[in-house]
């Protein structure tokens, strides 16, 4: 059965903090992986991953991909209350259509 | 560019009601989705249109039907709604290249927000 896991599944952290999220994997066929970040509404696209070691990166935010070991973090630096959110991560695998398999999300709060 | 929309955005029902949810893109993408988001659960797929003229199941099907209109337009529709049902429920879309990996990302709607009651 195709897995994602992420971990922490929340955190406090002040701001200005540098925080790094994790997922792991285990899906057949696996495509690609991305990251969406989910405040109260739809969710919102930041990256997606496709080969091991190459890191992306969107100003404070950036992530990395390890395909033999199936995982990926996400790392944001200098946070920010305004990066207080719900992180996704998900799995693309092989098929007719785009098919993602959702982790249950980590949620950060990012205090004063 | 509208996106991804979807009506209505709150609905309450009562178990055994039937009702449609209507999601539309204005992208000219090809593939559409339906998930649902529950408390803990992450995202969930119900069901997926690869193209026009085709759907196929995911995660969660039971319970729900689809329609795939035309491009633009998928439906989902709730028969006989039931508590297990309350959730929200988000419609997204994606080109979907066989090889283009980076065309894949899929675009989210703002969600309608389900009670049965």
């Known amino acids: 059965e195709d897995k994602v896991v992420q971990s922490p599944l929340s955190l406090v952290v002040h701001e200005g903090d540098t925080v790094t999220l994790n997922c792991s994997y285990e899906?057949?066929?696996?495509?690609?992986l991305l990251w969406y970040k989910q405040e109260k509404k739809a969710p919102t696209f930041l990256f997606m991953l496709?080969?091991?070691?190459i890191e992306k990166k969107s100003g404070r935010l950036s992530s990395i991909l390890d395909k033999k070991e199936l995982f990926s973090i996400l790392n944001i630096t200098a946070t920010q209350t305004g990066d207080s959110a719900v992180y996704l991560c998900?799995?693309?695998?092989?098929?007719?259509?785009?098919?993602?398999?959702f982790g249950t999300g980590t949620r950060l709060q990012v205090t004063l | 560019n509208a996106g991804v929309t979807q009506t209505p955005k709150f609905q309450v029902l009562k178990t055994g009601q039937s009702m449609t949810l209507q999601c539309a893109q204005d992208?000219?993408?090809?593939?559409m989705y339906w998930y649902r988001q529950d408390p803990g659960m992450g995202l969930r797929l119900i069901y997926y249109?690869?193209?026009?003229?085709?759907?196929d199941k995911g995660e969660v099907p039971n319970g729900y039907n689809v329609s795939r209109l035309n491009k633009r337009e998928f439906s989902l529709r709730l028969e006989s709604a039931a508590p297990s049902q309350t959730s929200v429920y988000f419609c997204a879309s994606s080109v979907t290249h066989p090889t283009r990996l980076s065309y894949n990302e899929q675009f989210f709607g703002p969600g309608t927000r389900l009670t049965v009651l």
């Open positions: 496709t080969s091991s070691g």
């Open positions: 249109s690869a193209s026009e003229g085709t759907t």
């Open positions: 992208m000219n993408h090809n593939s």
């Open positions: 899906v057949t066929n696996f495509r690609s």
């Open positions: 998900a799995v693309d695998y092989t098929g007719t259509a785009s098919k993602l398999t």
